[in-house]
């Protein structure tokens, strides 16, 4: 059974930083992209970064690049977002997705990945 489970997610103040993690058990006999994509109040969702989990040269959108790291530690299944220097822009539910329907294209698009966790919330107070 596919299980994607995030936690990490807090309430900051803007500079500071947090670790997001999602336990992804749908990679434990296979590979495939697993990713970050956020959604705030009123706003479609929006790829954050995504690594492939065999090779892990990251794929990192707009909003992550400079200040987010994206990690995928294959012994454990988890994939790990260190977010830096937040932003209150930054604020939205956090969701781990996996299990991608496509095998080119842009990695970052939400709508190509079939497995949701529940969502992790980050909120950024200025």
């Known amino acids: 059974q596919v299980q994607l489970v995030e936690s990490g997610g807090a309430s900051v103040q803007a500079g500071g930083s947090l670790i997001l993690s999602c336990a992804a058990t749908?990679?434990?006999?296979?590979?495939?992209?697993i990713a970050w994509i956020r959604q705030a109040p009123g706003k479609n969702r929006g790829g954050v970064a995504a690594?492939?989990?065999?090779?892990?040269?990251?794929y990192e959108g707009d909003s992550a690049k400079g200040r987010f790291t994206l990690s995928y530690d294959n012994d454990k299944n988890t994939l790990n977002l260190q977010m830096n220097r937040l932003k209150p822009e930054d604020t939205a539910m956090y969701y781990c997705?996996?299990?991608?329907?496509?095998?080119?294209?842009?990695?970052?698009?939400?709508?190509?990945?079939?497995?949701w966790g529940q969502g992790t919330q980050v909120t950024v107070s200025a």
């Open positions: 997705a996996a299990d991608r329907s496509r095998d080119d294209g842009p990695v970052l698009v939400a709508e190509d990945y079939r497995s």
């Open positions: 749908v990679y434990t006999y296979s590979t495939g992209y």
């Open positions: 690594i492939y989990t065999s090779f892990g040269s990251p």
